[in-house]
């Protein structure tokens, strides 16, 4: 049977994730990103930021329910926003940097800390976890993530780029949309991918109070249920404008 | 009862490790889960084998010694109990059972079920106390504290330092410890000058040594003293800010 091998040495435990160096004075900026509670602050305030976009994206397009006149005309009016003081799209242009921006910064965090994660627990459980209060969505973030990045690609490719496969004008964006959606695997595409992004906030609209800091016994109830009431509207508004084309009641 | 063990032998830090299987008979529901590996260790000694290394000392909830992973869960199915409080009448005659040690880089196995969780000692060593003049105790009641203040502070003080948080988390995190750590003297009067210092000491420290929290909330509900992570968040709050206080105005209310 089993036999002692070795005496526990005195001090077995040591530092898993590597110590900034010694001496030389770090930019706040560096200093402040090298923490981890730091980076999950970063991710809650660009999920702020990209929520926001997502939310305006959805609101917007459903003027697809207003008929073709409305949607060319919203998005014409994109172009023209800030203007005079502002160029032709230059508001549009300093929105699309600071979303990129953000999303930069939101996919970075989470691959250092999942990075981080792994190297917390190198050797997993040999018997199966019974897990008791994580949730699917909370388990999935990284693959809901994942799945919303690349589907954000193509959703770029298809209408913004017009390089998706479907007919495609400049400008013409009613009925760029209804070319794209009447192809029934892009419909599905798109729903697939808006079921993800669902999960993604279901989790994320709740998580971002905690890394904000944002506890506060009377609201905390709230937390949940805006995460839910988000999520809900984001994929219902978003789904329903493929499944509306496909079944073509729009066209 | 009777019961079937399924528990993980580990011969030392670098061994490796398996699982190995006890059928273990005359189970009295009153004995605790810890009594039952005595049960089986006086067996095994009898029976000339090694007996099974665990944790234990007070055996009555409050020196966070016990440290098991029973049937995936910290300190087994049972809210609010640690290992040596969970009782057999909590398993049905004839359960499997299976028990494993913590598993975290930063609690390396020293043998069978005992881990090393000197990380723990790291954290609080670099800002989890106060600095006090030393002399006559002063009188009661001098410095004057909310009863919401002292109660929240009282709720995570009551850590006992078991390490279930991190054992739950999927990420090995240890936010639950140090958050509970920090706050029980962030939270009070008596923890203001340092409070600063410390939670950025307390932090950067954990994040050597575990993981980040994704707010999963595996760790509350292991927690033997049912710690919330309510916790975390306050802590998340007092770092940031205290990334962006301007230090020389700490003393400054309002």
Redesign the interface.
Known sequence: ??????A??A???????P?PKEGRRRPFIV??YG???????LMAVTGIMLMGFVFAHMVGNLKLYFGEKSLNQYAEWLKEIGEPILPRTGLLWILRFALLGAVVIHIVSAAQ?TR??R?????????????????FA??T?RWTGVIVALFVIYHLMDLTWGVGGAEWTSGEVYQNIINSFERWPIAIVYIVANLALGVHLY?GG??M???????N?KF?DWRRMFAIGFATIVVVGNVSMPLMVVTGVVN | MKVTL?V????????TGR?ETYEVDEVSEDMSFLELFDVLNDRLIGKG??PVAFDHDCREGICGSCSM?I???PHG?ELGTATCQLHMRKFQDGAKI?V?PW??????I???LVV????FD?IVESGGYITAPTGSAPDGNLILIPKAVADSAMDAAQCIGCGACVA?C????ANLFTAAKIMHLNLLPQGQPERWERVTNM??TM????????????C???CPKEIS??F?????????KA?FKQRRLASQRG
């Open positions: 049977m089993t036999k002692v091998s070795e526990p040495k001090r077995l435990e040591r530092p898993v994730h110590a200093e402040f923490s981890a509670v730091a980076k999950k602050w800390l981080m994660n190297r917390a627990r190198p050797d997993r459980y040999k018997a199966p976890r019974d897990y008791a209060a994580a949730t909370s388990r973030m989790h709740w998580s109070f905690q890394s904000l800091g944002w506890n016994g905390n | 399924t993980w032998r580990q011969p030392g830090p670098s061994a699982f084998e090694e992973m049937n995936g869960r199915p299976t494993e598993r975290a880089a930063s609690f390396p020293v043998r069978d090393d969780r000197s990380a790291r739950a999927p990420n090995g995190a932090v950067q994040e050597r040594y575990f993981g980040s929290c994704t707010n999963h909330g595996e509350q509900t292991a992570i309510d975390i968040a306050l802590m998340n709050r007092d770092y940031i990334q």
